[in-house]
């Protein structure tokens, strides 16, 4: 069974920067798909960014990009997000999610692909 545990969220300015980092247990790490969702309170779930199985392909939601990075490291096998220029609109639970097979990053947008999801993660931005 896949387990995942999400560190590294909490406080921080509007134009700080934070590092969430995703731990993974169980399953065969290398091959597979991981990818970042946020909630806030009262709304949907959304995709924030998402890395292929081999790290080498990524994508962003459009309201992240260029200020967050997702990557991944077999070694640790660790999923990592930094997120740079936190705005007012960044904040809500962090969600990390792993689809147990290898699969294009178009196909990784969507939540109801992914087999298990860690805990959440909360991140607030104060002005």
């Known amino acids: 069974q896949v387990q995942l545990v999400e560190s590294g969220g909490g406080l921080v300015q509007t134009g700080g920067s934070l590092r969430l980092s995703c731990a993974v247990s169980g399953g065969s790490f290398s091959m597979m798909s991981m990818g970042w969702f946020r909630q806030a309170p009262g709304k949907e779930r959304k995709f924030v960014a998402a890395?292929?199985?081999?790290?080498?392909?990524?994508s962003y939601a459009e309201s992240v990009e260029g200020r967050f990075t997702i990557s991944r490291d077999a070694a640790k096998n660790t999923v990592d997000r930094q997120m740079l220029s936190m705005k007012p609109e960044d904040p809500a639970f962090y969600f990390c999610a792993a689809w147990d097979r290898p699969a294009h990053t178009r196909m990784l947008l969507t939540s109801s692909r992914y087999d298990s999801w860690g805990q959440g993660i909360q991140v607030t931005v104060s002005s």
């Open positions: 890395v292929s199985w081999s790290g080498q392909v990524t």
